[in-house]
């Protein structure tokens, strides 16, 4: 398992919010490049970094900011929000991006995001935000009916098999993830890459999440709460790898 720190940006500076709802946001004086550096320097890899104001769809966008974390680090870097148009994707991996994140264009446009998967085989990541076993889009603010099971299991059909899956009723609670969503999915979709967002408190729940055979686990508000050290991070992730 990989253990993957998280950057939530609003206007360029890192924030978290609580059960995906933006009137409930804590900020931070640590800026994103900082972040990237220390987790870096402190032996991880990877880096999911988050555009809100591009999944907000007001119009502002992050990109700069990426282009500042790329340019400051070598983290694997996988980017999203806001990413609605192959272009928007395409800008991303300009900015410094190697993976990007699509969520609610994953609804919209299959067609066009089945297309990007053939043309970026590996970088494309399903960004499945979920309440209640149902998928919701525009940065959580729009419910719909579909079944993330089923959602996930076309996407995997049209040979793009990894996937972030965010239970939004726990992301940023600090409450523990969604271990009984994340086990129903890796049951019914075998080869599903499943990457685990929202609610990770403890190194106890890293080690949870591994057991049940998640690819990744994203960790946001816990280390920036002082909840899990970076050092702690990659010992999990050394541990579980061993």
Known sequence: MIVIPAIDIIDGSIVRLSGGDYSRVSHYTMTPEDAAKRF??????????????????NGKRNLRTLERIAACCSLHLDFGGGIRSAGDAESAFSAGAEKVNIG????RKKEAVVELGIIYPGRIIISADVRDEKVAIAGWKEDTAIDVSSFLEEYIASGISLATVTDISKDGMLSGPGIELYSKLIEALPSLSLIASGGVSSVSDLKELSAIGVYGTIVGKAYYEGRITIEEMKEAECLQRG
């Not at 890899?45 to 769809?57: I, P, Q, Y």
């Open 104 to 107: 609610s264009m994953a609804v």
């Open 40 to 57: 870096e320097d402190g032996g991880l890899t990877h880096l999911h970094v988050v555009d809100l104001d591009g999944a907000e769809g």
